[in-house]
T-cell receptor, first 119, second 113 residues
Framework: AQKITQTQPGMFVQEKEAVTLDCTYD???????LFWYKQPSSGEMIFLIY??????QNATEGRYSLNFQKARKSANLVISASQLGDSAMYFC????????????????FGRGTQLTVWP | DAGVTQSPTHLIKTRGQQVTLRCSPK?????VSWYQQALGQGPQFIFQ???????QRGNFPDRFSGHQYPNYSSELNVNALLLGDSALYLC????????????FGSGTQLSVL
């Protein structure tokens, strides 16, 4: 089974500063994918970034980068140059890739981190 | 291009009633997944539909059932509602074997009184 742990219930950052949101995971699957989603108060889960366990380089998407440390089983999200609109709940999630049967389509989520950006 | 759409946005029911939630996937997507998100928690996988069949199921009782239509839209049905069923229900769509991301709707907020 997969498990995602997000130990920061809330984080605060000043506008234009960088912030790191922590995520650790546990899995016995040899091949997996790691995701970060943003959930504003509207409720929609917005995809931010993806990292495959087989990827040699850390993923980047604009102001978002994923600091992937496979040996430590961590997948931290780094947001550079924070903006007021970044204030939201952020979820780390993972998905098994090798098992095409029972778990291929399901995401396992952490409990989330509430990010607040202040002026 | 419309994203994933869900209806209704909010719903209030009483214990013991039945409810049906609806989801239209993103254009071109034929796989639909449903998630339950309780207050203060991350989403929990309920089940996934592909080719009008339930392909995977999470740890939810049989009171939770679903359906997928030929146009790929989907329904989530919950019978004999309990207070603990109060949650945000999220629908997500994807292409088959698309490892990189799911597209989520804004959800249906269900309150059971």
């Amino acid at each position: 089974a997969q498990k995602i742990t997000q130990t920061q219930p809330g984080m605060f950052v000043q506008e234009k500063e960088a912030v790191t949101l922590d995520c650790t995971y546990d899995t016995s699957d040899p091949s997996y994918g790691l995701f970060w989603y943003k959930q504003p108060s509207s409720g929609e889960m917005i995809f931010l970034i993806y990292q495959g366990s087989y990827d040699q380089q850390n993923a980047t998407e604009g102001r978002y980068s994923l600091n992937f440390q496979k040996a430590r089983k961590s997948a931290n999200l780094v947001i550079s140059a924070s903006q007021l609109g970044d204030s939201a709940m952020y979820f780390c999630a993972m998905r098994a890739l090798a098992d095409r049967g029972s778990t291929l389509g399901r995401l396992y989520f952490g409990r989330g981190t509430q990010l607040t950006v202040w002026p | 291009d419309a994203g994933v759409t869900q209806s209704p946005t909010h719903l209030i029911k009483t214990r013991g009633q039945q409810v049906t939630l609806r989801c239209s996937p993103k254009s071109g997507h034929d796989t639909v997944s449903w998630y339950q998100q309780a207050l203060g928690q991350g989403p929990q996988f309920i089940f996934q539909y592909y080719e009008e069949e339930e392909r995977q199921r999470g740890n939810f009782p049989d009171r939770f059932s679903g359906h997928q239509y030929p146009n790929y839209s989907s329904e989530l049905n919950v019978n004999a509602l309990l207070l603990g069923d109060s949650a945000l229900y999220l629908c997500a769509s994807s292409l088959p074997n698309s490892y990189e991301k799911l597209f989520f709707g804004s959800g249906t907020q269900l309150s059971v009184l």
